[in-house]
């Protein structure tokens, strides 16, 4: 009896020595686990915040340029030069001619996406379209938006795709104007870059795409500001006739949005010129812009506000939206788009103050949601707001449609409650608005 109680004794001993060694291994192991997951995680973390991939492209996202870079002075023709050189290539396009026949096929991961709204463009759309495709760089897609039109357009682009399988077309199911169309365009883009154009408008010659991409790639600039030259054609769509009107390079304004990288740009149009004040203009074309960027500014704009229809100031919104979410940028001096002023495009058409009024309160209500995050570019509300308030016909549409009087006031209340806006500019606003009895709005509540 003693010696199986001895016996019972020394294996209980020895069970809980193995189960306790037991034990021990299990704590290491889950421990060593433990460790190896918490350093995966903290790896892929890592890789993650320096390589973020979007469409099949991987860049470096806290790799931003340096301020030498930025202002490094690139050497390119003058205007007349560029022209000049372009004169032949300019010619095919006009004539509807395809250089590189051969280069032409289907692209599942395009490096740089065109996106062109279009709208009753089916007389003048194949010189542009020629523009892109004789360019000596195919790595790309062409986004074309139909904006519901009304001639034979899309019956046209069909068949122009038939022959170009890097042409996707969308269809609005009404006309939504430009601002609409192309950010739907642009949502749709798989490209790394983004360049837009006008449906009537062309690329100045073959190099643009790869000598514009390969800056942005070089630089990991999130947007590359280039020069566009002004040509008036002739009425008939087809004739070659062609000349320059000016360069568009520098003009002078009193009202201007300051951007270090980019030198001045224009927030609205200067009745009083100021002599002393210089700033090189941006146009919604001539700027080639990395996709997520793009795709993050129209988001967080929103589909409510990019959907109105709109058709003047819409290059105003796109253009401040992409400076606000921009990184970096990069402003060179290439000329490489060419703005066409046609007879019976929108540009020379004559718009109503009623109208012009009413895209000046929602460009209003668009860009609050952006000075809300920049504190250095505020004084484009200020400005536009008195720009409203001002208008002799501001009566007329806020008491003929009760929305916008609802937005505009909507707009006032933001304006005085926000705290990038200066007490001095605030008080000026107060005063005018009193001024006004057709405003049902207690301005002097207002922080």
Known sequence: MLIN??????????????????????????????????????????????????????????????????????????????????????????????????????IEKPKISVVIPCYNCKGYILRALRSIQNQDFNNLEIVIINDFSRDETLSYLEQLKCEEPRIKILNNKKNMGLLYTRSVGTLSAIGKYIFTMDSDDMFLDKDVFSTISNIADKGNFDLVVFYSITSK?????????????????????NLVLFQPEMGYYPILPANNRNSNIKFIEVYIFSRCVRTKIYKKALNKLGEERYSRYMLLDEDIIANYILFNTARSMKYISKFGYIYVKRPGSIVTLSWDKINRLIYKIFMLDDLIVFAQESFKHKKIIVILTLYCLNNNILKNVLQENEYYYKLFISCLEKILNCKYISDKDKNEIRNKIKSLDFIKFNASKSI
Do not use: W
């Open 5 to 106: 109680s001895k016996r019972r004794e020394y294996n209980i001993k020895i069970t809980k020595k193995k189960n306790s060694k037991k034990k021990l291994f299990i704590y290491y192991i889950s421990f060593k686990s433990l460790l190896i997951i918490l350093s995966s995680f903290i790896l892929l973390k890592i890789i993650m915040i320096r390589k973020i991939k979007h469409d099949d492209y991987e860049y470096d996202e806290d790799i931003k340029p340096s301020i030498e870079n930025i202002y490094l002075e690139e050497k390119f023709d003058s205007y007349q030069d560029a022209f000049n050189k372009a004169k032949d290539f300019i010619d095919k396009c006009m004539k509807g001619i395809l250089i590189n026949k051969d280069l032409i096929k289907p």
């Open 233 to 253: 054609l002739t009425p008939n769509v087809n004739s070659t006739s062609y000349k320059i009107l000016n360069n568009r390079k520098e003009r002078k304004a």
